[in-house]
């Protein structure tokens, strides 16, 4: 029998439920995969608490790789026994699960260099990076960026590809040992913001002038701090809320802070191309087969523990990626 995590209604961690599922053969354009490993995100839980709506009952996790075990009729890209791996939204949630059924329309072939772990742990966040760096700006050799949450899945990815196009990266973090694992991993100074006062430490690493682009997924606690960080012109990143939604506010914050841009991207629109999607995707493997991009999984659950696992994430007691073994 397989085994999946559900949630009936919307709450904390203690509303997932572990539980035994009935896996079909897979109908016209579906595939049924059996997953070795399953990432988690901090996007999971604006599902799981109702940020994100869905349907309930639902499945949890958008995000995991693993082995393909049967295909539907029409189905040609993929065959029994790929190994894939894929991310999503809305449509790829039920990845906390051992089996599925799937669009293929979401896996990406992974090619054998990967390992099935650190395709999972890095999936999201991997792509996420590679737009941030590839799509978003049109980052120079000596461009500077404040890099927001530097320890954690996304940040430590995000840093690495930029040391790989020459950036000057200004890391913040909530502790020494954060601070130690941001430096070590491509930032060139951290910012403790626990007991430092970001905006104003960025304007003297950089001279007075700010950084060219603010990468922040952090949300309503650094909205403010981010916008101060920036340079005249320079570009503010939204990639998420993991202190809350950005407040309302007037645009003509923006013209008075220094005719700021201000965007907030996501993931979907830069992988909705098969085409570009399969090029952000080649080029994050290459990076990280050659060993430029260090995917760093501290964290390993089983499935069964996915409610500490959601408790640890919201804790922000956890660094790198975290995933769960099948």
């Known amino acids: 029998m397989s085994k999946c995590v559900r949630f009936y209604e919307t709450g904390g961690p203690e509303v997932l ?19 070795v490993a ?10 799981r608490n109702g940020t994100y709506p869905v349907p309930l009952p639902s499945g949890m996790g958008v995000e995991a790789s693993g082995v393909v075990q049967a295909v ?15 991310t999503g939204f809305h449509t790829a949630l039920g990845a906390y699960s051992t089996e599925r059924l799937i669009d293929p329309s979401l896996l990406i072939k992974l090619p054998d260099t990967i390992a099935f772990e650190t395709a999972a742990a890095m999936t999201m966040r991997g ?9 978003i700006h049109a980052y120079q050799p000596g461009d500077s960026i404040l890099l927001h949450a530097a320890a954690g899945g996304v940040g430590l990815i995000v840093s690495q590809w930029a040391k790989v196009l020459g950036l000057r990266v200004i890391g913040t973090v ?24 970001v905006a ?6 950089t001279g007075g002038r700010g950084v060219d682009v603010v990468i922040d997924g952090v949300g309503k606690d650094t909205f403010m701090s981010s916008l101060n960080s920036l340079k005249r ?3 503010l990143v939204c990639v998420g809320t993991a202190s809350g939604s950005i407040p309302p506010f007037d645009p003509v914050l923006l013209a008075m802070k220094g005719s700021l841009y201000m965007t907030r991207p996501a993931l979907a629109d830069y992988i909705a191309d098969p085409a570009e999607k399969a ?39 956890t660094t790198g990626s975290s995933i769960f073994i099948i």
């Open 17 to 35: 439920r572990y539980e035994n599922v009935e896996v079909g053969n897979p109908g016209p354009g579906q595939v049924r995969l059996r997953h």
């Open 38 to 47: 399953v990432g988690l995100n901090f996007a999971d839980t604006y599902f």
């Open 72 to 86: 539907g009729s029409g189905v040609t890209d993929f065959s029994i026994g790929d190994r894939v791996t894929y």
């Open 127 to 135: 792509l996420t990076s590679a737009y941030l760096m590839r799509r």
């Open 174 to 197: 909530s502790s020494d040992a954060k601070a130690a694992l941001a430096l070590a991993n491509g930032c060139d100074e951290v910012i403790n913001y626990s007991h430092e006062d």
């Open 200 to 205: 104003k430490r960025t304007r003297e690493l």
């Open 233 to 235: 012109r320079g570009l």
């Open 279 to 317: 090029a952000l995707a080649n080029e994050l493997f290459t990076h990280v087969a050659s060993g430029n991009i260090n995917i760093q999984i501290n964290q390993r659950y089983s499935l069964e523990d996915a409610t500490a696992a959601h408790r640890d994430m919201e804790s922000r007691s």
